[in-house]
């Protein structure tokens, strides 16, 4: 790709103990990429994101931002990183404005771009109007903005967002998802998340994460193809013989279903368009059609549940 | 950056009402602790008038002030201290400072420097008291001078033990209490074997109480200064040292 690489990850490994939390983990994120981590709990999603922080030192494994190593020259190559952990890091004791200026200065911007920095984020993330309340006070969705505001402040190349949509109402998962994508323009984003509507919602490419192995990573695009439809279900008034649909062009596999109704599968070319004909021809009763649509959930849970192929080809791999 | 942490510390400091709660509380006692002094220095005052070279007001009044205030502020220190990264930690806030373009040198010196302002502010009050008397009597500002400075190390050095207590663990209260152990402790430790006439050993070189004394008195001597900053050097070191294992381990 002649994108920019903003982050590249090459074999990282996190023990804790005994425990591998992360096992051999490697991708980029290129410029106007928005990337998300999907795992079940305790995949080691947010081991990976604290450790591309600098939260967390990885057991093994390189990490660079922008070129920089994070554990050689840790000061330069976090200025281009901004994060937000599960729980917004936020001092309840301050009120936003002040909070917000501390981040700025922590991120090391000039003395007299503070207050320009602090206007922006304010104005990206909606807390124009709450500048002077502590954020003690807040709502949960407010503090998550302003955890969001912090991580843009210093306008890095690099934003890790941790379920940055946990706890909040559907209108501002729709805000906070349009920030995203806005950010996404312009910065790389990393984010976890549960919500598998949201990656397809938000992200353009995704990755699976599985008691810490990378067990899938594509575009959404690609995903999409996956998800395409691989199935028919169809009703018909007056069933016929399992073997006449077989012989119908495209259809691979018939699957009989209570009610009169057939799953029919195939694998190229929709066979739509030949059975509606020759059920017509056949006086078949054909009163329903329906593709069938593998869901992201599906995928992830074929690939997350299903234990012993999954590790069966990672090890073949 | 230093400053920045340092100002953000003092700041939610003075943002709870512990700050106002020990500034009043210790000021209350030092002023009554005070007023005793005055009342014995008044006592005496005729019997010391006929002697030479009498203790003034500074030995009488100033030391035995600045003695009790010390073992008051034993007792204070560790709630001030106990807060400084045991919350970061349990408020998950740290992260902030973790994914910042700041070192954990920075970090540590930052928080160091925030609790050591706000010591400085309650020395600031103190020192209102002594100085106070200059209206009225002859004062040995020498004398008060190695007594701040007494003061200011000690405290220096248990804002640093208390500091290091604050990064080792999550629970605020046990690192109050951690604090508060090891800082008697180094105040009490040369009571094993005091009853020998001589007593110069180790135990007494690390007590704490016994480099302070001499500065009370009005000697400064190098050793006792070496003493404080290389214990506020060595808990400030493990502090950092702390924080960074933190990254590796959990």
């Known amino acids: 790709m002649s994108k920019e690489v903003l982050v590249r990850v090459e074999q990282l490994y996190r023990y804790y103990s005994q425990t591998c939390a992360v096992d051999n983990v490697s991708f980029d994120l290129a410029k106007g990429e928005v990337l998300g981590f999907l795992g079940p709990n305790g995949a080691g999603k947010t081991s990976t994101m604290q ?34 952990p599960e729980q917004p890091p936020v001092y309840r004791e301050l009120t936003v404005d002040e909070y917000l200026h501390y981040c700025a200065k922590l991120n090391r911007i000039a003395r007299s771009a503070v207050a320009g920095a602090v206007a922006t984020a304010k104005e990206r993330c909606g807390l124009t109007d709450v500048g002077a309340r502590l954020i003690g006070n807040l709502s949960k969705g407010y503090q998550q ?30 805000e906070i998802r349009a920030l995203i994508r806005e950010l996404g323009a312009e910065h790389g984003i990393i984010l976890s998340t549960h919500i598998l509507p949201e990656v397809q919602a938000t992200c353009n490419r995704v990755q699976i994460i599985h008691k810490g192995r990378l067990v899938f990573a594509d575009t959404t695009a690609g995903l999409e193809q996956r998800l395409n439809a691989t199935s028919l279900i169809a009703g018909f008034s007056r069933p016929p013989d399992p073997a006449a649909l077989q012989q119908v062009t ?68 | ?88 930690r349990r408020s998950r806030t740290i992260s902030l400072l973790f994914s910042a373009p700041v070192s ?26 002594p100085l106070s008397l200059i209206a009225g009597t002859e004062l040995d500002l020498g004398k008060l001078a190695a007594g701040m400075l007494g003061m200011t190390l000690v405290l220096a050095a248990f804002a640093a033990i208390g500091l290091y207590m604050s990064a080792l663990t999550e629970q605020p209260t046990v690192a109050a209490i951690t604090t508060f152990g090891l800082l008697l402790l180094l105040w ?6 005091s009853n020998r006439l001589e007593n110069t050993g180790v135990l007494a070189y690390l007590s704490m109480l016994r480099h302070y004394e001499p500065l009370l008195k009005g000697l400064f001597s190098s050793v006792d200064v070496a003493y404080y900053l290389l214990v506020i050097a060595l808990f400030v070191g493990l502090s950092v040292r702390r924080l960074d294992a933190e990254r590796l381990q959990h």
């Open chain 1, 51 to 84: 450790m591309i922080t600098g939260n967390l030192a990885p057991s093994a494994g390189r990490i660079s931002i922008q070129g920089i190593d994070l554990l050689d020259r840790p000061k330069p190559a976090k200025r281009e990183i901004g994060y937000l």
């Open chain 2, 188 to 193: 009490i430790i040369d009571w094993a074997g």
């Open chain 2, 104 to 129: 954990m040198t920075e970090i540590i010196l930052g928080k160091y420097l925030g609790v050591l302002a706000f010591f400085l502010i309650l020395i600031g009050m103190l020192m209102l008291m």
């Open chain 1, 250 to 317: 495209g259809v691979d596999r018939v699957e009989a279903l209570e009610g009169g109704r057939v799953r029919i599968h195939f694998s190229d070319g929709n066979p739509a368009e030949a059975l509606v004909e020759r059920a017509a021809a056949s006086h078949w009763g054909l009163h329903e059609l329906t593709p069938e649509r593998r869901t992201l959930e599906q995928i992830f849970i074929d690939l997350t549940c299903t234990e012993a192929p999954v590790a069966a080809g990672m090890e073949a791999a």
């Open chain 1, 145 to 174: 903005r302003v955890g969001i505001a912090q991580a843009i402040i210093h306008t890095p190349a690099v934003v890790v967002l941790d379920e940055p949509t946990v706890g909040l109402d559907p209108i501002q998962i729709r």
């Open chain 2, 1 to 88: 950056m230093i400053f920045t942490i340092a100002a953000r510390e003092l700041r939610s400091l003075f943002l709870s009402p512990l700050a106002w709660a020990i500034l009043a509380v210790t000021q209350f006692i030092f002023a009554y602790l005070f007023l005793s002094q005055i009342e014995a220095y008044i006592d005496l005052q005729p019997r010391l008038a006929a002697l030479e070279g009498a203790p003034g007001v500074a030995d009488i009044v100033i030391a035995p002030l600045f003695a009790d205030a010390a073992i008051i502020l034993l007792l204070v220190t560790p709630l001030v201290t106990m807060r400084v990264l045991s919350e970061e």
